[in-house]
Nanobody, 124 residues
Framework: QVQLVESGGGLVQPGGSLRLSCAAS????????MAWYRQAPGNQRELVAG???????KYADSVSGRFTISRDNARNQVFLQMNSLKPEDTAVYYC??????????????????WGQGTQVTVAS
């Protein structure tokens, strides 16, 4: 019913920057909170940053001051600007959205949707 598609990952040197984008599509009625998570090999998935529909943001301590989350409600998009990247930021980054959508039965249902992930590698 609803898909999240991330883009913008890649290889960057320490100290560099990347901007991740995530676009939601489908029978969306309303998107509530959106967030970015990441998972490094051998680690659990962790919250990087989250943003409410009113654009109130929160960050993991490890990225506060370096990463900025933002969203475009009109286009159902969320972004993550990552500056001063460190090797320990290397992970697969996943977009997440809590939303209401129009189901095949014609009613409004809620869901917690994940993107497929995009690899971010920070190395010299």
């Amino acid at each position: 019913q609803v898909q999240l598609v991330e883009s913008g990952g890649g290889l960057v040197q320490p100290g560099g920057s990347l901007r991740l984008s995530c676009a939601a599509s489908g029978s969306i009625f309303r998107i509530h909170a959106m967030a970015w998570y990441r998972q490094a090999p051998g680690n659990q998935r962790e919250l990087v940053a989250g943003i409410t529909s009113g654009s109130s943001a929160k960050y993991a301590d490890s990225v506060s001051g370096r990463f900025t989350i933002s969203r475009d409600n009109a286009r159902n998009q969320v972004f993550l600007q990552m500056n001063s990247l460190k090797p320990e930021d290397t992970a697969v980054y996943y977009c997440n959205a809590r939303l209401d959508y129009l189901s095949a039965y014609g009613r409004i249902d809620d869901d917690n949707v994940w993107g497929q992930g995009t690899q971010v590698t920070v190395a010299s």
